[in-house]
């Protein structure tokens, strides 16, 4: 089955950095383009950024822009989102998603979600 | 962007009543290349991530129960519970992948009268 599980959330100042990864099995990972989306305590959610199956194409929120890479690594089966100059509106709990089609040019739904790793920014 | 406006906000629905949901897309999410209209629904419970309900706005997942119901095309899209159940109560968000960066509704939360 299925399984995307975050990790590296946590409390950081502003302005600092912070990795997230996320683990990914049960099915064929460099097949699958992949997202991270992101939700404040309390409000609705907000899409972050999508890589292609392959890397060679990633597109992001204009919100984070500039700040945040995101990439893969298809030998540890891991999506990770690198969050740099930290603000305090980046504080949310940080969901990892996998695209629904395989080999996929392009974004579309999403299929499969983590439960989440919870990043607060504050000093 | 595309900017997803869903209303109302909130809705309270006694059980076994139908409760609607609409969502309104700033421009046109459908493709006339593969006449697909590229809109999904997710319903998400408190303290869960969101679970996928619908895509091309009006297919069902696999193992939804067929209670819920998309329709609609352009610009203008409805999610109907035809009978609303004590487990539906979530918030519920659609979600446009047409262009990016995708954009999600600011969510509508369903709740029993």
């Known amino acids: 089955q299925v399984q995307l599980v975050e990790s590296g959330g946590g409390v950081v100042q502003p302005g600092r950095s912070l990795r997230l990864s996320c683990a990914a099995s049960?099915?064929?990972?460099?097949?699958?383009?992949m997202h991270w989306v992101r939700q404040a305590p309390g409000k609705g959610l907000e899409w972050v950024a999508l890589?292609?199956?392959?890397?060679?194409?990633?597109w992001y929120a204009d919100s984070v822009k500039g700040r945040f890479t995101i990439s893969r690594d298809s030998s540890k089966n891991t999506l990770y989102l690198q969050m740099n100059s930290l603000r305090a509106e980046d504080t949310a709990v940080y969901y990892c998603a996998r695209d629904a089609f395989y080999y996929a040019s392009g974004g579309y739904w999403l299929d499969y979600w983590g439960q989440g790793t919870l990043v607060t920014v504050s000093s | 962007d595309i900017v997803m406006t869903q209303s109302p906000d909130s809705l309270a629905v006694s059980l076994g009543e139908r409760a609607t949901i609409n969502c309104k897309s700033s421009q046109s999410v459908f493709s006339s290349s593969n006449n697909k209209n590229y809109l999904a629904w997710y319903q998400q419970k408190p303290g869960q991530p969101p679970n996928l309900l619908i895509y091309w706005a009006s297919t069902r997942e696999s193992g939804v129960p067929d209670r819920f119901t998309g329709s609609g095309s352009g610009t203008d899209f409805t999610l109907t519970i035809s009978s609303l159940q004590a487990e539906d109560v979530a918030v519920y968000y659609c979600h446009q992948y047409y262009d990016t960066p995708h954009t999600f509704g600011q969510g509508t939360k369903v709740e029993i009268k």
């Open positions: 890589i292609w199956y392959d890397g060679s194409n990633k």
């Open positions: 049960g099915f064929t990972f460099n097949t699958y383009g």
